[in-house]
């Protein structure tokens, strides 16, 4: 819900260590939530539009009150589904969320503290991948099914199978609570304490009688995590020296049942599948940066350091789950009261190793600021970080995919940034490299999915381009372009063998993004329309059936949209209070392109012959 953020903030890179969390790898995007303010205020939003789409939020500031300043926001979404299908099909997703924040100054206005809550509710319908064309065996009614071609060629661009041979529903809850105090110790030093507590619940419901099998699945995910950081600052008139530490302690169960959809073999309270696991989560992580100015601060220089420390338990609690009465499972395995000839993939009990590993490891990193003129400066930072593997890549029973080392990144981006007044461009060079990933995959077998554990290193490296003209009336444009080479130096797939130089799957080499817009002011009203370009290159694919990227790549697309807003004061004097009005309209793929949102190549059943799969954008 959009109406709750007041802005974002974007990190390339690890970032200096006192922005870093434990998992900004990549990089960190940062959404800022709206602060309290010292007048009172309100702002509602209602909106409609296709698909059976409507939103509404408000914004309220409650100003100053004995002392403390209060911002409530919060709102609803809701969303229909432009695909169709040969029978009932739901594909609706909905959302809600609620902030609160209150904050007051203390210690005579040397200081002050904050508490704030947060809600949020999701639930959506998934859709399946769709084969592009026309492929022997896949039918609406199932593999090797005789009936019409299940298929975008067939069928129509936007089908989907009907939620009575094909259903996932996703709901998922989070709770959150945090207070933040602020305080001048003394006049060059100051101290912050943010402590925080989160509860994360998902539920995914799906039922299938296409695919590989006829399956039923309830998976749920538990998470508490609690978390503080504890920073300081020390202001010297030419360094700003940053120091602290970092804690977080999360607590993550999974439990996935399942059971299949034929009525003679098992049901949701009596399943033919469990996998119950235990993920326990600790990182603790000290570090400490100084921010040196020289020559009149036109050469800024942040050298960093970090500790990381990472204790990780993974629990199978499987065998301890199975529900007292169940004919289908034992401690050690099934049952036999399913015939092995069926070959269900849901006539099994998940039976990993628990597993434990802990990761100290140093985190160096550097950045670099100088003023060549007044509006030109140049930049570059370098930075080691290091974080724990997915989930995923515990599940593996064999050993060398047992993450003994955490995965670690190395990133070095330099550039040059203009700014001058609405006027702005940069030229950004990236490099990163990854080691000791994971990557979970699914492949087909006779009986239905197996989970397939790869281990890889990765190398992200390109430029990016932009430039930006914004003054506050008349023409504006801005665009931006990445060119970018990436690839896995090694990939080792779930059967041991190593592969080199393949492509990252789904990232495009080209990207282009440009907007042309005009404003302008008149009778009290503000006035502004934009056209928006967007271009996806063409991205190499994934393929499904083996477990490893391809060089097969699908053609790239371009997405044209429509924004238009009137923003007006004119009834201030009809309504007293009222201090504007604002309509927007918005018009996404204007020109009703036809493009695929995901791609991979892959087979419905294993005897089927391999096809290209995609999700309409």
């Not at 409507?54 to 500031?61: E, F, G, H, V």
């Not at 001048?184 to 539920?203: E, M, N, P, Q, W």
């Not at 930072?381 to 997915?390: D, F």
Request: overall charge negative; glycine content about 10%; proline content about 5%.
């Amino acid at each position: 819900i959009s109406a709750i953020f007041s802005g974002v903030k974007v990190i390339l890179g690890p970032g200096n260590p006192a922005s870093r969390y434990y998992d900004s790898v990549g990089g960190t995007i940062e959404l800022q939530t709206w602060q309290p303010t010292p007048k009172s205020s309100a702002e509602i939003s209602v909106g409609g539009g296709s698909f059976n789409s409507y939103n509404a939020s408000a914004i309220l500031q409650t100003g100053d009150i004995d002392g403390w300043r209060t911002v409530i926001s919060g709102g609803y979404t809701r969303s229909g589904s432009f695909l169709h299908s040969t029978g009932q099909l739901v594909n609706n997703s909905q959302g809600s969320a609620l902030y609160v924040k209150t904050k007051r100054n203390i210690l005579n206005n040397a200081g002050t503290f904050s508490l704030a809550g947060y809600f949020s509710n999701i639930e959506e319908y998934r859709p399946t991948s769709v084969p592009v064309y026309n492929t022997a065996g896949d039918s609406i009614y199932g593999a090797n099914i005789p009936g019409p071609y299940f298929s975008q060629q067939s069928q129509g661009f936007y089908y989907m199978l009907p939620n009575s041979v094909r259903y996932k529903n996703v709901q998922g809850h989070v709770y959150m609570v945090w207070s933040r105090l602020r305080e001048h110790l003394t006049k060059r030093l100051s101290v912050c304490d943010l402590a925080y507590y989160r509860f994360g619940h998902r539920i995914h419901d799906r039922i299938t009688h296409y695919y590989y099998d006829a399956y039923a699945e309830w998976y749920h995910v538990d998470r508490d995590e609690f978390g503080d950081r504890l920073s300081f600052r020390y202001n010297l008139p030419n360094n700003l020296v940053k120091f602290g530490l970092s804690y977080i302690t999360m607590r993550t169960k999974h439990g996935q049942q399942g059971y299949s959809v034929d009525p003679a073999y098992g049901g949701p309270f009596d399943p033919t599948y469990i996998r119950h696991l235990i993920y326990n989560w600790e990182n603790f992580a000290p570090y400490i940066q100084d921010k040196i100015s020289l020559f009149h601060h036109r050469l800024t220089i942040v050298p960093g350091l970090m500790l990381e420390h990472y204790n990780y338990r993974w629990i199978n609690d499987s065998a301890a789950s199975i529900p007292q009465g169940d004919v289908y499972l034992t401690p050690t395995g099934p049952s036999g009261v399913i015939p092995t000839s069926l070959h269900l993939s849901t006539n099994a009990l998940f039976s990993a190793p628990n597993k434990h590993v802990q990761y100290n490891n140093f985190e160096p990193s550097i950045g670099v600021n100088y003023t060549f003129v007044k509006h030109l400066a140049g930049f570059f930072t370098w930075a080691e970080h290091h974080t724990t593997p997915q989930e995923g890549a515990f599940w593996g029973a064999e050993p060398y995919t047992v993450p003994e080392a955490p995965v670690t990144v190395h990133s070095y981006i330099g550039g040059l940034r203009y700014v001058n007044g609405a006027m702005s461009a940069s030229l950004v060079g990236f490099y990163q490299h990854y080691s000791n990933q994971f990557l979970l995959t699914e492949t087909a077998y006779e009986g239905g999915l197996v989970e397939n554990i790869s281990k890889l290193s990765a190398t992200y490296n390109g430029v990016d381009v932009s430039l930006d003209y914004q003054p506050q009336y008349g023409f504006s444009a801005s665009i931006n372009a990445t060119v970018q080479h990436d690839y896995y130096n090694k990939y080792v797939g779930s059967n041991g063998i190593a592969h080199y130089g393949l492509p990252i799957s789904n990232v495009a080499n080209y990207t282009l993004f440009g907007t042309v817009g005009y404003s302008w002011f008149s009778n009290d009203t503000s006035w502004r329309v934009n056209l928006t370009d967007s271009y996806d290159g063409a991205k190499p694919l994934f393929d499904e059936n083996t477990g490893l990227p391809t060089d097969v790549k699908w053609g790239g697309h371009n997405v044209l949209s429509l924004f238009a807003s009137a923003k007006t004061a004119r009834f201030d004097h009809d309504f007293p209070g009222l201090k504007y009005l604002e309509g927007t309209l918005s018009v996404d793929n204007l020109l009703g392109r036809n493009y695929e949102s995901v791609v991979a190549l892959g087979s419905i059943a294993p005897h089927t012959p391999e096809t290209v799969f995609s999700l309409a954008g």
